[in-house]
C-alpha cells in the first residue's frame, strides 16, 4: 500500500542498522532522529508529514522546530514510534492510518499551542536555552459555547481546574492545563476542540486501519504520555492525549466504522498521573454491559490488548458522525438495530453516555431554569390550552447534569438525572415529564403563571401573606395595579 | 545568531517587537526600508523555534509579493489612519476598552503612557497617541531589552522583575484588545495582503508571549 501523494513519511534508520520498517512510498534516512534538520530536504512540495522515530532519541522540540522550518503546523505532524509501528501487524496499515489523519489536520490557533519546557536534562538545558516542546490544548469557540446559559461542564470535568466561569463566559487558563481532552467530550455542544485530536482526524485513521487491513481489526485508543506495550496481532493503536476522555461514545465508535473490537487502554501500569483511569473503565463497562443486553458480543469492547481482536466485525449500520454531540443515541440506536432491537428495557450505568430526566410533580415549579440552562435542547417547554409542560427528548441528552445543579428546587429533589440507555426512550420523541394548568388572569386574560409556580410562592409566603396571594392569582403583572 | 541562549531568545523577542512596533506605523519609505533589513535579520535568529513562525513566513511572502514600487500608504490610511469616526481599525487601545468592555478610556491611555515614560521612552509624532499599538510595542521591546541586559550582566533579579514587567504589561494592555484589533483587520482586509499578515503574525506573536512568559517564569523560578 502507497503513502498519500501529497504525504512525506520519513523513517529514522539509526547508523548500521538494517531497516526494520520498509513501507511503499515511505523514505528511510540514516539517523533523522539526531538530524532532524534532514526533514526540509526531504518533505518539499508535500501537503503533509508523517515521521517514524525511535522513542527517548530525539529532541521534540529539534523536530517541531524542523517541522516548522519545513513549512509544517508540528501540532498535525504524527510521530510514530518505531518500534511500536515495525512491531505492528502492518506497518503499511499503520503509515497509511497516519497519513489519513495529519490529512485530516485542520490547523492550529496561536491559542491551541502551549510551551512546556522539558524535563530532562540535556546538554542544551544545562548550557543554554532547553527549547520548550509544544503541545496542543483545547480552545472553546464562544460563538457556540454555552456558559452563558448556565452550563459549566467543562469546569465539573476538567482535572486541573483550568476552566472558570467569568460573566457567563468560560475563561480557559491555558497554564494551569495539563491536556487530557476529557473537556473536549464531555462539553455537550462540541464548542471545545484540541486541534490535534478532533473528530475528524480520529475517524479518518480508524477508517484507514480498517479498510486498509484485508482482516477485521481491533482499535485501542492509547494515552500519548504512556507507551501501550505488546499487543496480539490485529490490534492497531490511535493515540489520543489521554484514554480519560474516551467516552463510551468514542469507545463504541470504530464498530460502528468496521473495526471487530475496540479498546482503551491506562497509560502506565501505575495508573494515570491525572487520576483518570476511572473514566476509560467505566466507558469500557458500559459499553460491554450495553452490547450484551442487546445479545451482541460484549468481550469486543476490552480494557486490554493481550488477545487478539474478535474475528469478525459487527454487522451494524455505519454512522455518518459516530463521535459527533449526538453521536452517543445514534450509537445505541445503530447497535441496537444489530441486536436485540429498542425493547431491552434502560441500563442504568454511570458510563452512559445518555440519559434520562426525571421531574418530581410534588416538587418542580416549572419555572423552567432547566430548560434554559440545557445546551442540547433535550428539555424543552411547551404551552398551550392553559397549560404549561415540561418536556424531554432522550435522543438529545448526553447526560451532562447541567439541569441538576441549575434547579432552584434541587433541594426538594425536583429534578433527576439517570446516566441510563434506554433505546426505546431515545427512539420515543420528544415526551412531557410534567405540566400544570396556567393561571389566567382575570383581567386582560393573559397568562399568569403556572399554578405550580403559584403553589410554590404560596408556601414560601404562609397563611398570613393569603390575600396577596389571591391577588397575584388574579391578575398578570402588567394588570396588578391598573 | 541562533535561539540557544537566553540571552538570543531575548533579543530576539525585542527585535520582534521592535519590528512590529515600526510596521504599525505610518508606512514611509524610510520606515519600509529599515523594516525589510529588519526582517532579514530577525529571520536568521532562529524563529522557527517557536510556532509563531508559520505567521511570519506568511508575512514575509506577503512583503515579498509587494511590487517593487508600491506604497502601503493607501492601504494604512484606509485601515488606521482615516479620522475617528471613519477608521476601520483604530489601532489604540482605549477605542476597545473605552465603552462597551466597561474600562476607562483615559486610565488604560494613562497607564500605558506611564509606563512608557518608566523606561525613558516617549510617543514620537504628533499624531500617535500614547496608547497606539506601536507604542505598546515598544514598551514590550524594552522590557525585553532589560532582561537581555539581566542575562549579560548576570543578575538574576534584573530578568525575573523583567520578565515579571512584561507579563503584567501583555496582561494589562495588548493581550487584551490585539484580539478585537486583530479581528477587525482580518474582516477588513479579508486576512489578505501585508496588513492581513501581520496582524495574524502580531496576534499569534502576543498570545505565543504570554504563554512563553508563563511557562518560562515557572521553570526558572517556580513563579505562577
Known amino acids: 500500500m502507497g503513502n498519500d501523494v501529497s504525504t512525506a513519511t520519513l523513517i529514522c534508520r539509526e547508523t548500521g542498522d538494517a531497516a526494520a520498517i520498509e513501507a511503499v512510498g515511505a523514505v528511510v534516512i540514516d539517523d533523522l ?61 499503520v503509515l497509511a492510518a ?16 502551549k510551551p512546556v519546557f522539558p524535563q530532562r536534562m540535556t546538554r542544551r538545558s544545562l548550557l543554554g536555552f532547553p527549547r520548550p516542546e509544544y503541545v496542543a490544548v483545547p480552545s472553546v469557540d464562544h460563538e457556540t459555547c454555552v456558559a452563558t446559559d448556565g452550563c459549566a461542564a467543562c469546569v465539573a470535568v476538567c482535572p486541573r481546574q483550568a476552566y472558570s466561569i ?25 464548542a471545545i476542540r ?33 507507551r501501550p506495550g505488546a499487543a496480539a496481532p490485529g490490534w492497531y493503536a ?68 493481550d488477545e487478539e481482536p474478535a474475528p469478525h466485525a459487527l454487522a451494524v449500520a455505519p454512522l455518518d458522525d459516530p463521535f459527533g454531540v449526538h ?67 432522550a435522543a438529545l441528552c448526553t447526560a451532562c447534569g447541567q439541569c441538576v445543579p441549575g434547579c432552584p428546587e ?55 401573606y393569603g390575600a396577596t396571594l389571591a391577588y397575584l392569582k388574579r391578575f398578570c403583572m402588567d394588570c396588578r395595579g391598573a | 545568531m541562533t535561539t540557544e541562549s537566553w540571552v538570543e531568545v531575548a533579543q530576539l523577542r525585542r527585535g520582534l517587537y521592535r519590528f512590529l512596533g515600526g510596521a504599525f506605523q505610518s508606512p514611509n519609505e524610510e520606515r519600509m526600508e529599515a523594516l525589510f533589513a529588519a526582517a532579514g535579520y530577525l529571520d536568521t535568529m532562529g524563529i522557527e523555534a517557536f510556532p509563531y513562525y508559520l505567521q511570519w513566513n506568511a508575512l514575509l511572502a506577503a512583503l515579498e509579493e509587494l511590487p517593487e514600487d508600491a506604497s502601503l500608504d493607501g492601504e494604512y490610511i484606509r485601515l488606521f489612519a482615516s479620522g475617528v469616526e471613519r477608521t476601520l481599525c483604530p489601532p489604540t487601545e482605549a477605542f476597545y476598552r473605552g465603552g462597551a468592555e466597561g474600562g476607562d478610556a483615559a486610565r488604560v491611555t494613562a497607564d500605558v503612557q506611564r509606563h512608557t515614560l518608566s523606561l525613558g521612552l516617549s510617543t514620537t509624532g504628533a499624531a500617535e497617541a500614547p496608547d497606539h499599538i506601536s507604542s505598546e510595542l515598544e514598551v514590550m521591546s524594552a522590557l525585553c531589552a532589560r532582561e537581555a541586559t539581566g542575562w549579560t550582566s548576570g543578575v538574576t533579579a534584573d530578568v525575573e522583575a523583567a520578565m515579571r514587567d512584561q507579563h503584567r504589561f501583555l496582561l494589562a494592555h495588548p493581550a487584551v484588545w490585539l484580539p478585537w484589533f486583530a479581528a477587525r483587520v482580518r474582516d477588513a482586509t479579508g486576512g489578505e495582503g501585508v496588513y492581513g499578515a501581520l496582524v495574524d503574525f502580531c496576534h499569534g506573536f502576543v498570545v505565543h508571549d504570554v504563554a512563553y512568559l508563563e511557562a518560562t517564569r515557572a521553570h526558572l523560578w517556580g513563579t505562577t
Open chain 1, 410 to 464: 434541587l433541594r426538594r429533589g425536583a429534578i433527576r438525572l439517570h446516566t441510563r440507555a434506554d433505546p426505546e426512550a431515545l427512539v420515543a420523541g420528544r415526551r412531557t415529564l410534567y405540566a400544570t394548568e396556567t393561571l389566567r388572569c382575570e383581567s386582560c386574560g393573559g397568562s399568569i403563571a403556572p399554578t405550580a409556580t403559584m403553589d410554590r410562592i404560596g408556601a414560601m409566603l404562609g397563611d398570613e
Open chain 1, 166 to 190: 467569568s460573566g457567563g463566559r468560560v475563561v480557559y487558563d491555558k497554564a494551569t492545563c495539563e491536556p487530557c481532552g476529557v473537556c473536549v467530550t464531555a462539553c455537550p455542544t462540541g
Open chain 1, 33 to 93: 532522529c539526531a538530524r532532524p534538520d534532514q526533514i526540509g530536504s526531504h518533505a518539499a512540495d508535500v501537503d503533509h508529514l508523517v515521521l517514524v522515530l525511535h522513542r527517548d532519541r530525539f529532541a521534540l522540540a529539534d523536530v517541531q522546530t524542523q517541522c516548522r522550518a519545513a513549512g509544517f503546523d508540528p501540532l498535525g505532524v504524527p510521530i510514530l514510534d518505531y518500534e511500536d509501528t515495525s512491531a505492528a501487524t502492518s506497518s503499511d496499515v
Open chain 1, 98 to 113: 497516519a497519513a489519513a489523519r495529519a490529512a485530516a489536520f485542520g490547523g492550529s490557533t496561536p491559542e491551541e499551542s
Open chain 1, 194 to 226: 484540541n486541534p490535534a485530536v478532533t473528530p475528524d482526524q480520529i475517524r479518518a485513521q480508524i477508517e484507514v486501519l480498517v479498510s486498509a487491513s484485508p482482516v477485521p481489526v481491533g482499535i485501542a485508543y492509547v494515552c500519548r504520555l504512556g
Open chain 1, 238 to 305: 490511535v493515540e489520543v492525549p489521554c484514554t480519560g476522555m474516551t467516552t463510551a461514545t468514542w469507545l463504541l465508535a470504530p464498530l460502528l466504522l468496521g473495526a471487530s473490537s475496540t479498546a482503551a487502554l491506562p497509560c502506565t501500569a501505575a495508573g494515570c498521573t491525572l487520576g483518570l483511569d476511572a473514566l476509560a473503565g467505566k466507558a469500557v463497562r458500559f459499553a460491554q454491559e450495553l452490547l450484551g443486553t442487546l445479545g451482541l458480543d460484549g468481550g469486543v469492547v476490552r480494557a486490554s490488548v
Open chain 1, 327 to 393: 453521536g452517543g443515541p445514534e450509537t445505541i440506536l445503530a447497535l441496537a438495530a444489530a441486536g436485540a432491537g429498542p425493547s431491552i428495557g434502560a441500563i442504568d450505568h454511570d458510563g452512559s453516555p445518555v440519559g434520562v430526566i426525571e421531574v418530581d410533580g410534588a416538587a418542580c415549579t416549572l419555572c423552567m431554569s432547566c430548560v434554559s440552562i440545557c445546551p442540547t435542547g433535550a428539555l424543552g417547554h411547551q404551552e398551550g390550552d392553559g397549560e404549561l409542560a415540561l418536556t424531554f427528548d
